[in-house]
């Protein structure tokens, strides 16, 4: 019989608990009466957290402050009165997509997805702005007195927000950054699902400050790690004293408890280290005394304890025997030690998972590292340093260049490998998540799932946010035709969509799979159907693209598009006859949102091969050519 604890559970702490579930930022440390520092709820923080005012508190306590932390606090928790407007014109798709672009200021977008999407986020990553000095950060809540003066002098639009520059000069420089974060951050931990999680991107101006608020909102025990992202091999020369060459990201999850981050498949160089083998698998030997972090016997007293092993019979046993020899967790200069695994764990795996080694005159205990375990491959744990060429910042502009004709449309965007990476550990292939990516800029993350759903058969879904900022006259993007990087980004998720779609075509037909996916044609189909149009073929996993417009639905025609096409982009075009310079073409894929409809092509040019059709609307059309998403604006 186990003895009673003659103390009642403390109600108090118990209490405290509970409100940390809720409001982490709220519980933080201070000092009792008798001197101890205890965990305790910012009464303070807590009353502005429930409150629709300004609450004031000056009590000394551990914590993270600036000048106007409240007021993000109550911009974060006031209501909008903004609502999402669909852009059927510009979407693609709309009634049966699962991936949304929405264009406008993400703090409204935020607080507008709390009804749909509240808990319903496996993923967040973002990479804002990083607060070099050169950079626009988000000005919120502008008050009422001065709004009309703002909007008339062009500091901000019409939905009351701006883009401002925040340069070092600025006696608010972080205060103003840190404003901004608090409160997105704060809306977006409620998007997440018990085991979702958040990646934030950032390098070493904010790091700090970064950590420290995200520790705040999330909970410190939610914190998964900083990862070291090598993104220029060389570094930068110019730098004063160090050539830097990493950025951070930072990952938290909503309830550590509930969240497993996932590992890398196994290279070949991996693979060699198994090099024994039995009867169950291959496997290598790691010590089964630890090593690093709470290893001395002091820090774990019960998992230090004598091990017998018998080397004539090959058996292990807690109990001593003649012929036996002890082992303990001692190291070569003597220091005590412990083992991995308590006492139960090695009674279940004494008789399969262990070996013994005579080594430098002492005996010592291995674990058998298994290859693979319960029938999968063992894959490898992501490290806190990445380094690999893959996550040059250079192959983020090669990729964004080769969708655009070589145009630089956008500065230092992320490699797609580096956040298709962050999706491998972060998500599965085997459920719809949902990632959400309210910094979207020029989408990477919206090419990187629909890229990894190609690779791995996934059902990921997306969710991009982008602010309408206005391209720079001077800037190539403008040359382009592109007004704001809202238009880039939606541009780039039908390209890539494009682009995927033909890489996974091409690997199919190699292996014997067929020419296309059109396994039938729908109801409107012209009789004279080009021979060359395959049937009962296999189709692509059609959530990893985005969609053109569906057979149901035919595309109105118009005039030439207005951009050209490399018609070795369209290899499923059914060969028929070429068009005319005037011939007519479907257009209006995309559309600048909350603006008039622009021209976007979803055909090839003259150059292409089209069906001939007289009648005024396109009967059919492949599949999976422009970008699968609905398209919605703030309002």
Known sequence: MNPLDMQSPDGSQRNIALIQQLFPQCVTEAYDGNGNLTRKVDFDLLRQELADALVEGPTERYQLTWPGKREAILTANAPTRKTLRPDRAASVNFDTTQNLFIEGDNLEVLKLLQESYLGKVKLIYIDPPYNTGNDFIYKDDFASNIKEYLHNSGQHDDQGRRLVANAESNGRFHSDWLNMMYARLKLARNL????????VSIDVNEVSNLFRVTSEIFGEDNFLGTISVVNNLKGRSDDAHFATAN???????????????????????????FKHKDSISS??????????????????????????????????????????????????????GCWRWGKDTFEVNKNTELTARFINGKWNVFVKMRDVVDGVQRTIRPKTVWIDPKYDSANGNRAMESLFDGKKLFPNPKPTAFLQDILTISTSDKSQDIILDFFAGSSTTAHAVMQLNAEDGGKRQFIMVQLPEVCAPDSEAAKAGYHTIAEISKERIRRAGAKILTEWHATHQQQGLGTDFMSSAPTNQPTNQPTNQPTNQPTPPMSAFACSPSPAQPCTMSTTPPISWDSSSWPYWPTTSKPTATAPMCSSTYSSIGASSSTYPSAPDASADIPSTSSTTMPWWPASITGLTSNWYVS
């Open 247 to 273: 950025e951070y990201v930072i990952a938290f999850a909503k309830n550590a408890e509930n969240t497993s981050i996932a590992g890398f498949n196994p290279d070949n160089d991996y693979l060699d280290e």
């Open 192 to 199: 997440l699902r018990e085991d979702g999680v958040i990646f």
């Open 283 to 336: 496997y290598k030997e790691v010590s089964l005394r630890k090593t690093g972090k709470n290893s001395r016997r002091i820090d774990r007293p019960n998992m230090f304890y004598p091990i017998y092993f018998n080397q004539n019979h090959n058996v292990f046993s807690l109990e001593n025997e003649i012929g036996a020899h002890e082992i303990l967790p001692i190291d070569s200069e003597g220091n005590e």
